[in-house]
């Protein structure tokens, strides 16, 4: 089993370098603990972005 930290996944919200090893680890089951999505929430609020938008974004990228 992988846990993704919140570095990972916001990799992915912000397409950022190693963004589909990411994606590619939550496909085959990565899990992300409760702190670390609010940690990766917190980021995204930081940034003013919407964070359903931003699930909505990084599903789009998995799906690639």
């Known amino acids: 089993m992988v846990n993704a930290d919140a570095s990972a996944l916001l990799a992915l919200v912000f397409d950022e ?12 089951g990565a899990l992300l603990s409760a702190i670390n999505l609010a940690e990766v929430l917190g980021k995204v609020r930081q940034r003013d972005m919407d964070p359903p938008r931003c699930c909505t974004s990084c599903d789009a990228r998995r799906s690639k």
């Open 17 to 28: 370098a190693g963004a589909g090893d990411v994606a590619e680890a939550l496909e085959n």
